[in-house]
């Protein structure tokens, strides 16, 4: 595990809290980690897999506000 260096932000899912922090890697390549962590739980990535996955989720998030305006008639 690599050392924190700043944490970015914390999410919310239900009632779980969850820091997102950025940190140095754990190998001599450069690249840094990003955690998705609590007490309980530790999900780790290189921050090019997050920026996909953060990527992907704003698009699908984006995505299904388009169709629900459509489907529903609302105003954007």
Do not use: C
């Amino acid at each position: 595990m690599g050392e924190k260096i700043k944490v970015l932000t914390q999410i919310k899912l239900g009632e779980t809290v969850l820091d997102v922090e950025l940190n140095h890697g754990t190998d001599s390549s450069g690249y840094r980690e990003i955690h998705i962590q609590n007490q309980k739980l530790r999900l780790a990535m290189p921050e090019t897999e997050f920026l996909q996955l953060a990527t992907s989720v704003l698009l699908a998030k984006r995505q299904l506000e388009l169709l629900k305006n459509k489907r529903y008639g609302g105003q954007e």
